[in-house]
């Protein structure tokens, strides 16, 4: 599987952003999907995630509420909705996939492959 995201760049402090992680493959609609994050000095910090169907999702305090995950399994797909922006969300945002993962996980060690990251900016 590879993973391809994109969407990133500068936005302003209460602003909305959209990234996308389009996967390869035909075994997508069976996968968790994961979004991470690094931002600059700090370690990678899970930001949301969302099971196979879509049905169950989970998501970092400090992003619940402003950010929503969601995912078009014909598309291959998945989506994360980033709303009432601050500074402290200036990262590289990675999706990955959990091959095996029946329910979403804030475990990086439980994703199987990642994308290559797409870095979004919050100007204050």
């Known amino acids: 599987v590879q993973l391809q995201a994109s969407g990133g760049g500068l936005v302003q402090a209460g602003g909305t952003r959209r990234l996308s992680c389009a996967a390869s493959?035909?075994?997508?609609?069976?996968?968790?999907m994961g979004w991470f994050r690094q931002a600059p000095g700090k370690e990678r910090e899970f930001v949301t995630a969302?099971?196979?169907?879509?049905?169950?999702?989970y998501y970092a305090d400090s992003v619940k509420g402003r950010f929503t995950i969601s995912r078009d399994n014909a598309k291959n797909t998945v989506y994360l909705q980033m709303n009432s922006l601050k500074p402290e969300d200036t990262a590289v945002y990675y999706c990955?996939?959990?091959?095996?993962?029946?329910?979403?996980?804030?475990?990086?060690?439980?994703?199987?492959?990642w994308g290559q990251g797409t870095e979004v900016t919050v100007s204050s």
């Open positions: 990955a996939a959990d091959r095996y993962g029946v329910q979403p996980s804030e475990d990086s060690y439980e994703y199987d492959y």
């Open positions: 493959g035909r075994t997508f609609s069976s996968y968790a």
């Open positions: 969302i099971n196979w169907s879509g049905g169950s999702t």
